[in-house]
Structures are given as structure tokens and as C-alpha cells.
């Protein structure tokens, strides 16, 4: 497949630019317009069918070709985050407090590459839905977008999304088949004492030590809960309460983050932590309340779709920029909302090992991260092969 990297990487520089001044006018979740408004004058100027506005500042561009029945899905997300770029780089955020901290910014950019690629030379018999979605940092875009009907307005037989992962090398592939990325829930629990004088705590009812205890506890669960084979993460990522030394407070919060990568484990977890927060509340007398948010659903690859994911990685790059089956990972993806409706799977590009600021390896949601520029060629010419491996012509299925 070198012919097809030359050809991508010969015009990636349009698309490098491209990406760098996405990067420059970062836009937070559900606030994506000028980057949405690129992105569909991009695909309209080169043929594509688009819809804009799903899911609030989604965009969806089809391209038709000839009479095949197969309908394929790829997906690019395109929001920041709230985040004060420290990257260095000459296309830093204008933006005070945003900035493309996760490489959204590369992965429109990958998409749109092979967007005016395919409808310029590609060769493909069927139907092609590039789904451009906002808000996949926390604002759930990908449900927003299915509930806007982006399924039912634009079927696929089946559905992909790359990710770009620091700490692998620029280029190289991993696929996972099965639960790939974790679920996240949230919960905030509301502990209600009695307060009183630190001198005189039996006049009181401590709703910071029932805290701690229940900070305690909770680490019991993935230990003794859950079976040791499975991935389970409870964190408690913060505990607010008291002003002074001498004064015990009415009130203490704290704000639990949990990760599973088994639908079971998932609902595990959270009956276990609400019969543990109830119950070591009582013990210690004061009130529990508890908010239980559920995240992101587990993310899981299907096999026959990761089976072409990987035999395209492996043709595109070679076998040994390929890892066939991946770990897990804890991180969390909205994506797994569309591959609980449509089989599909989701792809890894490592952004490179530097870690430094400013160079691929820094790791995502840093101040210091920056998407690998030499991806856009690489990531844009996998997309392009996979739309044309999964809607083969009939030319095509015949040599294969």
C-alpha cells in the first residue's frame, strides 16, 4: 500500500495546515460551529450529501457510488477542552483556558483527507456516512446525535473511529476485539451530620469521619466484590468539608469516579457502593445522599468488523506496525454508544514516545500535548482503504 501513502502523504500539507488552524480556534463541547462549518463547506465543495446540525453542531457528509447495498460509517470527533495549552507549538490556542488537548483537532483532519481523497479517486460501490460529532469530552455528542436520529436518517451496516494514543509509535496500529475502553459512572455523595465543637465531639455527629471511612471502604469493593480476573477502578477524586480546626462540620461531600470494562462489573460496582456508602453512613450516624450519574457505556469490538480493521492495518503498514489484540484500556469513549446500536469497531494510531511537551508521546488532556502532524497521512490513507475494502466493487471482492 505505499502507493497509497505517497498519494496521501503529497497532499497532506493542505491538510496539515488544516488541522493546525482547527487547532489555533479550539471550540468546547456543543460549541463547535466555526469548526462544524469548515468541515461541511469542506465535504459540500467536494461532492458530499451534508447534513448539518445533528446532535446540535454534528455534521454528516454521504457520498454514493455506484449500486452496492453496504452502508459504512466513520467517525472523527471534533471538540477541546478546557484546558490551558502549554504546547509551545507555533499553532498554540487563541483562545484563553481551550485548547485540542486530545488530538480532535488530527482526527477531523485524518477524516477530511480521505473525505476529498474518496470522492475524488476512490473506488468503492456503496454508500459512505462520514459522521463529524461534537461533545465526545463528557457531553455524550454521540448520544445527542443518535437521539437526533443520525442511525435511522443515515443507516450503517457498520461503524469505525481511530483515536491517536501517545507512548505508541507515530503510525503504528493497535486493535482490540471485545471490551476495548471502559464505562464511566459518577457519583456524588452528600454526607449530613451534626455540627458542633471540635472539643466536644460526642455533642456531634462527624460527618468527616464517616467520610473517611467511606473513602476506606470503598476500596474494599474492587478487592472483595469483584472477581480478580475482571478491570475495576473506584476513585474518589475529592472530598470537601470544614473550615476550621476547632469546628465539626454539618456537611462533607465527595466525588467518586468508576470504571468498569464488563456490563456486569459495571452494575456491580454501583450496587456495592450504594449499600456501602448507605450502610457505613448509619453506622456513624450521619445521612447519606447519594447522586449516582451514569457516564459512558463499556466500549466493545466486534469481531468480524476488528478482523477488518486489522487486515487493513497490516496491508496499509506491514504486520510489524501492527498489535493484532491490544489491552484494555480504563479511559472512557462516547463512541460506545454507536457500537451498542451498530457492530464496529475502534481503532488506535500511535502518536509517538517523546514524551516532552509539544511532541506526540506527551500524553492527552496535558497542557503539553500536540497531535503528530505526520498522522494525517498515515490516518487518512487507513480510512481510505477501509471505505474501499468494506465497500468493495465487485472487481474488487473478486481479487481478494
Known amino acids: 500500500m505505499t502507493y497509497l501513502l505517497q498519494a496521501l502523504q503529497a ?16 471550540e468546547l463541547a456543543f460549541n463547535e460551529h466555526r469548526t462544524a462549518r469548515l468541515v461541511a463547506d469542506k465535504l459540500e465543495g467536494w461532492g458530499y450529501a ?6 446540535g453542531t454534528g455534521v454528516v457528509g454521504s457520498l454514493v457510488r ?16 478546557p484546558i490551558s495549552e502549554a504546547s509551545g507549538a507555533g499553532w498554540s490556542s487563541v483562545h484563553a483556558g481551550v485548547m485540542h488537548a486530545c488530538g480532535h483537532d488530527g482526527h477531523t483532519a485524518m477524516l477530511l483527507a480521505a473525505a476529498r481523497h474518496l470522492a475524488e479517486q ?21 448520544l445527542r446525535m443518535m437521539e437526533d436520529g443520525l442511525f435511522e436518517r443515515f443507516p450503517c451496516d457498520a461503524v469505525f473511529a481511530m483515536h491517536n494514543m501517545p507512548g505508541i509509535a507515530q503510525g503504528h496500529f493497535v486493535l482490540r476485539e471485545g471490551a476495548a475502553m471502559a ?10 451530620g451534626t455540627g458542633g465543637h471540635g472539643a466536644m465531639p460526642h455533642r456531634a455527629a462527624d460527618p468527616i469521619v464517616a467520610a473517611a471511612s467511606i473513602v476506606m471502604a470503598l476500596q474494599t469493593i474492587v478487592s472483595r466484590n469483584i472477581d480478580p480476573l475482571q478491570a475495576a477502578v473506584v476513585t474518589v477524586g475529592a472530598l470537601h468539608s470544614g473550615q476550621a480546626n476547632n469546628v465539626i462540620p454539618a456537611q462533607a461531600t465527595l466525588e467518586i469516579s468508576v470504571r468498569a470494562l464488563d456490563r456486569e462489573v459495571r452494575a456491580t460496582l454501583e450496587l456495592r457502593i450504594k449499600a456501602l456508602v ?7 450516624g450521619v445521612r447519606a445522599q447519594i447522586d449516582w450519574r451514569p457516564g459512558y457505556a463499556v466500549l466493545v469490538n466486534t469481531p468480524s468488523e476488528t478482523t477488518l480493521a486489522r487486515a487493513v492495518a497490516t496491508e496499509l503498514v506491514g504486520a510489524e506496525r501492527v498489535t493484532p489484540q491490544g489491552p484494555p484500556l480504563t479511559g472512557s469513549e462516547d463512541f460506545a454508544f454507536m457500537l451498542e446500536r451498530v457492530p464496529g469497531s ?38 481510505v482503504l477501509l471505505a474501499e475494502r468494506y465497500l468493495a466493487t465487485q472487481e474488487q471482492a473478486s481479487l481478494s
Open 11 to 26: 497532499r497532506a500539507g493542505e491538510f496539515i495546515s488544516l488541522r493546525r488552524d482547527i487547532h489555533r480556534h479550539p
Open 50 to 55: 451534508v447534513h448539518r446540525g445533528m446532535g
Open 66 to 81: 455506484g449500486s452496492g447495498t453496504r452502508r459504512l460509517g466513520i467517525r472523527a470527533d471534533m471538540d477541546a477542552l
Open 122 to 142: 476512490g473506488s468503492f460501490d456503496g454508500t459512505l456516512h462520514l459522521i463529524f460529532q461534537p461533545a465526545e469530552e463528557g457531553g455524550g455528542g454521540a
Open 183 to 192: 464505562s464511566s459512572d459518577y457519583a456524588t455523595v452528600t454526607l449530613t
Open 278 to 284: 448507605a450502610a457505613q453512613a448509619e453506622s456513624l
Open 346 to 383: 475502534y481503532v488506535l494510531i500511535g502518536n509517538g514516545t517523546d514524551g516532552s511537551p509539544g511532541a506526540g508521546g506527551c500524553m492527552v488532556h496535558n497542557p503539553g500535548y500536540d497531535f503528530n502532524d505526520d498522522n494525517v497521512a498515515t490516518g487518512s490513507a487507513y480510512w
